[in-house]
């Protein structure tokens, strides 16, 4: 089974950026499809983006979408998250997940591995 390790969060102050890495180990990552999921304090976990095995294909939630852009480099066994002109509110701990089904989608369910997550704290 692949073992996913995130990181790149941290502190950022509004309008910021930061770039978030999940670093695959034990299985090559091209056989996932890769998710990346956000919880805040006192929420439920939901959906951010979302890759397809050979990149081709993303998907986004709608408070995400302009903003971040998911990518992945397989030859690296890593896939990433570029966060631009954050805010506030995408204060969470951020969770790269993994699928080898091939959804390319927001149900949580479907992904079968996950990482421990990163804090991303975005300052007003």
């Known amino acids: 089974q692949v073992q996913l390790v995130e990181s790149g969060g941290g502190l950022v102050q509004a309008g910021g950026s930061l770039r978030l890495s999940c670093a695959a180990s034990?299985?090559?990552?091209?056989?996932?499809?890769m998710g990346w999921f956000r919880q805040a304090q006192g929420k439920e976990r939901e959906f951010v983006a979302a890759?397809?095995?050979?990149?081709?294909?993303?998907a986004y939630a709608n408070s995400v979408k302009g903003r971040f852009t998911i990518s992945r480099d397989n030859a690296k066994n890593t896939g990433y998250l570029q966060m631009d002109s954050l805010k506030p509110e995408d204060t969470a701990v951020y969770f790269c997940?993994?699928?080898?089904?091939?959804?390319?989608?927001?149900?949580?369910?479907?992904?079968?591995?996950w990482g421990q997550g990163t804090q991303v704290t975005v300052s007003s």
């Open positions: 997940a993994a699928d080898t089904g091939g959804y390319v989608g927001p149900a949580s369910h479907r992904y079968e591995r």
């Open positions: 034990g299985r090559a990552l091209s056989m996932y499809v």
């Open positions: 890759i397809s095995r050979t990149g081709g294909s993303t």
